[in-house]
C-alpha cells in the first residue's frame, strides 16, 4: 500500500486541542446547486468529519459547511463544479452578493459576529478543483486549524485579500507549478510543497531505530511532511531528522522518551509551522529551531524544561511565544530570538 495514501487527509495529533472527534467519512453527488443540505438528516451533517462531494454546489451549500458539519475536519470538492448564485442566502454576511462560477466564495468558511471574524474552527484541510479560478475575501479568515490547502491547479487561482490563513496553512500544488505560484501576487507569503501531503506516524521501540522503522514504511525521509513519533529516540534519530528531512510542515513528538533537542536538529526547516515538544524534555539545543521562518504561534514548554541554548529560535520571527509551564527552567543562551528584540518566553506557574 502506498503510504502516501495511507493517511491521506488526515492530521496528526499535533495540530488539534482537545479529544479528536470519531472519523465519519461521507461521499455525496449533489446534482442540483444549493440542495446539499437536504440530502442528509442534521445529525448525518454533524457527524462528518472527512467530506467528498461532486457535482454541482453554490454559495448556499458553502454557508451550509459553514455553518453547519460541527466536526467536519476535511472537505474534497476538487471534482465539485462551483455554479453561479445571486442572493441572500450565500455566505456573505448580511446582505444580496453575486456569487461568481469556480470562485471559492467570500466567507466561505468565516462568519462575522458581533463585528468581529471568526474562521471555522474544526477545518484542518481542503482539496480545491484544477477548475479553481479565485480564492475569494476572507474565504478561510479565522480558520486557525486549516494546516493543508491542496490546489489541483498548475497556475495559481487568484488570491484575495485575508483569503487564506497565510501564517498557518501549507499549499499542496501540482508537480512542477511552484514558479508560477511564487510570482502570483499575494501568493508570496506561503510555502508551497508539491505533490499530496504524507503524513506517516511511527512507533519506534529501540533507540536509533527510526531509520529502520521509515524503511519497514515504504517512504522516503524527504516526502515526509507530518511526522509523530512514538517511543525511543537517540542522537542518531535527531541526526536522521536535521538532514534528511527537510519538507516537515509539522512535528509531534511528544510521546517520545527524548530529554534533549540536539543543536540544529530543525534548523532551517522552511516549511515548519508546528513542533509538539517531548513531555519530560530538558534541553533545547544551540540553535535547534533557527531559521524555521514559519513556526507559528506560541509553542508551550514542558515542566522539566531547565536550559534554551544560544539561538534556540533565532529567525522564528512568525512564533508569538514560548510558554514556560513549570520552574524548573534555568539557563537561557543568548541571542534565542534574534534579529528580534521581542523577548517571546512567557511564564505560565
Known amino acids: 500500500m502506498n503510504i502516501k495514501h495511507l493517511f491521506l487527509g488526515l492530521l496528526i495529533a499535533a495540530t488539534t486541542s482537545g479529544a479528536m472527534a470519531q472519523t465519519v467519512s461521507k461521499q455525496y453527488f449533489v446534482s442540483k446547486p444549493g440542495t446539499l443540505i437536504s440530502l442528509m438528516t442534521e445529525e448525518e451533517a454533524n457527524s462528518v468529519t472527512h467530506l467528498t462531494l461532486t457535482g454541482k454546489i453554490n454559495a448556499e451549500d458553502f454557508r451550509h459547511l459553514r455553518d453547519e458539519f460541527k466536526n467536519l475536519q476535511v472537505l474534497d470538492i476538487s471534482n465539485a463544479e462551483i455554479k453561479m448564485y445571486s442572493g441572500k442566502e ?36 481542503v482539496i480545491l478543483s484544477e477548475k479553481t479560478k479565485n480564492i475569494e ?45 511564487r510570482l502570483k501576487n499575494r501568493w508570496e507569503n506561503f510555502a508551497f510543497l508539491e505533490g499530496e501531503p504524507v503524513t506517516v506516524k511511527l512507533q519506534v521501540g529501540s533507540l536509533s531505530t527510526l531509520e529502520s522503522e521509515i524503511q519497514k514504511a515504504a517512504i522516503q525521509p524527504k516526502d515526509i511532511n507530518f511526522l509523530t513519533i512514538e517511543g525511543k529516540l537517540d542522537n542518531e534519530d535527531f541526526k536522521l531528522i536535521r538532514n534528511y528531512m527537510p519538507n516537515l510542515v509539522s512535528v509531534d513528538i511528544s510521546n517520545t522518551n527524548a ?40 509553542i ?32 537561557l543562551g543568548d541571542d534565542l530570538f534574534a534579529p528580534s528584540t521581542k523577548n517571546k518566553l512567557k511564564y505560565n506557574k
Open 259 to 298: 530529554t534533549v533537542i540536539p543543536d540544529f536538529t530543525f534548523s532551517q526547516k522552511k516549511y515548519m509551522l508546528r513542533i509538539k515538544l517531548p513531555h519530560n524534555l530538558k534541553t533545547i539545543g544551540q540553535r535547534a529551531f533557527s531559521n524555521c521562518t514559519r513556526l507559528w504561534d506560541t
Open 137 to 181: 475575501d476572507a474565504a478561510f479568515k479565522g480558520c486557525e486549524n486549516l494546516y493543508i490547502c491542496q490546489i489541483r491547479k498548475k497556475t495559481p487561482p487568484n488570491l484575495l485579500p485575508e483569503a487564506l490563513a497565510d501564517s498557518v496553512t501549507a499549499i499542496f500544488i501540482p508537480l512542477g507549478s511552484t514558479d508560477e505560484y
Open 90 to 125: 450565500g455566505t456573505h454576511p448580511g446582505k444580496f452578493y453575486v456569487y461568481m462560477p469556480n470562485f471559492i466564495p467570500a466567507y466561505a468558511f468565516c462568519r462575522m459576529e458581533n463585528g468581529k471574524a471568526v474562521g471555522k474552527q474544526s477545518l484542518k484541510q
Open 300 to 331: 508551550e514548554l514542558p515542566a522539566t524544561l531547565t536550559a534554551i541554548e544560544y539561538g534556540a529560535f533565532m529567525g522564528c520571527d512568525r512564533l508569538n511565544y514560548l510558554v514556560a509551564t513549570g520552574n524548573e527552567l534555568k539557563t
